[in-house]
């Protein structure tokens, strides 16, 4: 886990850190109360509650979180949930757990190396936030590239994503799991889908711990539902990038493919 490149707040006096663990405890509480009107799990609405929060600056880099007890005293919510909360964020890479000390918020930016494809720069040299909304999850056995890569598999959980980035265009992902050996997870919350990165869920429910083990990026006309998807003319081209992952042993796990349409924004590759 990267450590956060902002250590301000960890250096001030303990009296001002406790006014400001207390600020963050109110600001998560009040965006809690705002999205625990929509329907799903409430650890996964604290998820994207403390996820919309890092993202849009108001929780910062450095910054230390109130501790389990206080949040599940504060949102009325158990430990545990607190806890699920926290792995899933800690898997996110948008906090950091350090053993005696606490919860800190770690820099989204910093941590783009995970998905190095989706990290663009804005004027001033530093990455533009992204937000993801998984828009659905189903079980297919259409044949595609994820057939061809993934052989054997009969099943293929196919999910679809739109990314913003910096609220100036969007693209989408479609990502394809193994569907015989992870189906289960279509019984999966379909907010559970909008993390960034997606294979983290192998290993949170599996203990799959899987990676890319080859990309493929080119440029090409969209096709005709691709312009539809993206709400642009015919004729439109963009990036395609395919994702190839595997299990630590090799074994071909997931598939993705994603579509960059055209934007002003530079895309960083060198760094990972």
């Known amino acids: 886990m990267p450590s956060p490149r902002n250590h301000a707040d960890t250096h001030l006096p303990p009296s001002a850190q406790g006014a400001r663990r207390l600020q963050a405890t109110d600001l998560i509480a009040a965006r809690f109360v705002l999205l625990a009107r929509d ?3 409430r650890y996964l609405v604290l998820h994207r509650t403390i996820t919309k929060l890092v993202h849009a ?28 909360t926290m792995a899933l964020l800690h898997q996110d890479a948008l906090v950091e757990r350090r053993q005696g000390a606490g919860t800190f918020v770690t820099d989204p930016s ?3 190396a995970d998905v190095w494809h989706f990290r663009f720069l804005d004027d001033a040299g530093e990455f533009l936030p992204l937000r993801a909304e998984a828009q659905f999850r189903n079980l297919i056995e259409n044949p595609g590239a994820w057939s061809f890569y993934m052989e054997q598999t ?11 980035v910096g609220d100036e265009f969007s693209f989408f992902s479609d990502f394809y799991f193994d569907g015989d050996r992870f189906g289960e997870l279509a019984n999966e919350p379909l907010q559970s889908f909008s993390r960034l990165v997606l294979r983290n869920l192998l290993m949170t429910h599996f203990s799959v711990r899987a990676k890319p083990i080859r990309q493929l990026l080119a440029h090409r006309p969209m096709t005709a539902d691709e312009c539809v998807v993206l709400g ?13 992952g595997a299990d630590p042993d090799g074994v071909p796990v997931y598939y993705q493919k994603v579509i960059i349409p055209p934007n002003g924004r530079k ?6």
């Open 232 to 244: 642009l003319p015919r004729g439109t081209t963009a990036m395609q990038l395919e994702t190839f």
């Open 267 to 272: 895309l960083v590759l060198d760094e990972q």
């Open 39 to 41: 329907r799903g799990p």
């Open 57 to 84: 600056g108001e929780l910062r880099p450095g910054e230390q979180l109130p501790s389990d007890d206080e949040l599940a005293r504060t949102l009325s919510l158990s430990v545990g949930t607190i806890q699920k």
């Open 154 to 164: 009969r099943h293929f959980l196919a999910v679809r994503r739109f990314i913003e």
């Open 110 to 112: 910093a941590n783009m």
